[in-house]
T-cell receptor, first 115, second 114 residues
Framework: NAGVMQNPRHLVRRRGQEARLRCSPM?????VYWYRQLPEEGLKFMVYLQKENIIDESGMPKERFSAEFPKEGPSILRIQQVVRGDSAAYFC?????????????FGQGTRLTVV | DAKTTQPPSMDCAEGRAANLPCNHS???????VYWYRQIHSQGPQYIIHGLKNNETNEMASLIITEDRKSSTLILPHATLRDTAVYYCIVRVGIGSSNTGKLIFGQGTTLQVKP
């Protein structure tokens, strides 16, 4: 059973371009969380999605950021018109269900560099 | 905001047990304590979780005090590869405004030394 897959692992974008980050959850997992880790900082929750639904986006910046988790295919975190401050590692985690006794597993992340 | 308090850093000698403390004095009755670690900016790795009983798996043991206000993660025989940032997390309760998300604090940087 493959783990959580994120791609690309490294992404370089010029200021003003769009960044698309993909997250394929573990097989059988229908819950996805996205986190951002700025350099030398801790992980910050961004958004929680179930298939076709955004459940909690309390950590998402109000502008330029969006996320989706379609019925088929990976979850996508989209950042429009990137700025240098968006440079960070973005991690996703998946879980088969939302219960307090069920662990979530993380991918290896996408490292976004904005030049 | 994180509901846990951890020391910022600890050292441990290779081969010895590493005991990482965590305070979570405001934990609610149905909230679990989770431990993850992050090795050199890789994705966080799940270690163990528990509610009120002590737990053990192939990676570690989790000791939770009877009042549930603190816990200790034990790595029984630390190796150099256990050098990482260890996060103690109280998983936010499920409900109308809580979604089971993991809120990471600053963690404890464990340095295992030869």
């Amino acid at each position: 059973n493959a783990g959580v897959m994120q791609n690309p692992r490294h992404l370089v974008r010029r200021r003003g371009q769009e960044a698309r980050l993909r997250c394929s959850p573990m097989k059988g997992h229908s819950h996805v969380y996205w986190y951002r880790q700025l350099p030398e900082e801790g992980l910050k929750f961004m958004v929680y999605l179930q298939k076709e639904n955004i459940i909690d986006e309390s950590g998402m910046p109000k502008e330029r950021f969006s996320a989706e988790f379609p019925k088929e295919g990976p979850s996508i975190l989209r950042i429009q018109q990137v700025v240098r401050g968006d440079s960070a590692a973005y991690f996703c985690a998946s879980s088969p269900r939302v219960r307090l006794d069920t662990e979530a597993f993380f991918g290896q992340g996408t490292r976004l560099t904005v030049v | 905001d994180a509901k846990t308090t951890q020391p910022p850093s600890m050292d441990c000698a290779e081969g010895r047990a590493a005991n990482l403390p965590c305070n979570h004095s405001t934990i609610s009755g149905n909230e679990y304590v989770y431990w993850y670690r992050q090795i050199h900016s890789q994705g966080p790795q799940y270690i163990i979780h528990g509610l009120k009983n002590n737990e053990t798996n192939e990676m570690a043991s989790l000791i939770i005090t009877e009042d549930r206000k603190s816990s200790t993660l034990i790595l029984p025989h630390a190796t150099l590869r256990d050098t990482a940032v260890y996060y103690c997390i109280v998983r936010v309760g499920i409900g109308s405004s809580n979604t089971g998300k993991l809120i990471f604090g600053q963690g404890t940087t464990l340095q295992v030394k030869p």
